[in-house]
């Protein structure tokens, strides 16, 4: 079991607060740009191990993913850290060898773990990269109430920056107060580069485009659908047509009409 698991008992890398980082004799604004990390390993922590998705197999943890996936906030970017889990009986279909594995985050993974366990994962990924469910959950009530995808973004763009300038205001006042005895040593200090800037000591800012955002809202919506379709066979029957003209069926209107007309010879 990882020691973050077993000692500190917490998915997240512990972290200092922008404060303490800017104490240091020397400080840059890379020493800023220091994101939180989530530790994906659920395999450790269910009894028994965890079932392969296909053959129902116990998975084996088979070394950590190559790259953490970026998952992206309301105002700032995380990574997750997972592991890939290898089953030793499933055959790969192309190579017809052993070689099956399923990275820890996979939605198949997820859906076979206890539930308390599935909560503690905090995002909704898409092929390459995901937004927080905190995020997510926000969007949605956005859309609900008559707000689009581009709203959205521009909005999360807005938390970026508002985020990202705070950092350059403490990263500035920290100099500042360093100001005399910088004089004296002759120490210099770097400039905050933009927020996009993609170079190595960029802080590679990045807010997901309202296509992105309709994208991974779409693929919610058909994950969900046999969910949805349930909740509306429960509703109860008060309007059951989009039709409210009330019209008469044409052959009642002319049973009714010559029952009338008969009525009216009689009398």
């Not at 698991?5 to 020397?26: E, G, I, M, N, R």
């Not at 905190?134 to 807005?158: C, E, P, T, W």
């Not at 019209?247 to 009689?266: D, E, T």
Request: hydrophobic share 35%; net charge positive; glycine share 6%.
């Amino acid at each position: 079991m990882p020691k973050l698991y077993s000692v500190h008992k917490t998915f997240w890398f512990p972290q200092q607060s922008p404060y303490f980082l800017l104490q240091k004799a020397s400080v840059s604004p890379q020493d800023l740009y220091n994101p939180r990390f989530f530790l994906w390993d659920p395999e450790c922590l269910v009894m028994g191990g965890i079932g392969c998705p296909k053959c129902s197999t116990k998975l084996h943890r088979h070394g950590h993913a190559s790259r953490p996936r970026c998952v992206v906030g309301l105002n700032e970017t995380f990574w997750i850290i997972g592991y890939r889990y290898y089953c030793s009986q499933c055959v790969n279909p192309v190579s017809g060898k052993k070689t099956v594995t399923f990275r820890s985050w996979d939605p198949t993974i997820i859906e076979r773990l206890p539930v308390h366990l599935a909560l503690e994962f905090p995002a909704q990924l898409s092929h390459r990269s995901g937004i927080t469910l905190s995020a997510f959950h926000f969007m949605r009530s956005y859309f609900q109430n008559g707000m689009g995808a581009k709203q959205f973004s521009d909005g999360l763009r807005v938390q970026h920056l508002r985020k990202y300038d705070e950092h350059h205001l403490q990263y500035l006042h920290a100099v500042q107060s360093r100001q005399s005895i910088s004089k004296w040593k002759g120490q210099t200090y770097a400039a905050f580069l933009p927020f996009e800037d993609q170079s190595p000591l960029g802080l590679h800012g990045f807010v997901p485009s309202s296509q992105w955002l309709r994208d991974i809202y779409h693929g919610f919506i058909e994950k969900h659908e046999k969910d949805f379709h349930q909740h509306t066979s429960m509703l109860s029957g008060e309007i059951c047509a989009l039709d409210h003209s009330h019209k008469v069926n044409p052959s009642i209107n002319f049973l009714f009409n010559l029952y009338v007309s008969r009525s009216l010879k009689k009398s």
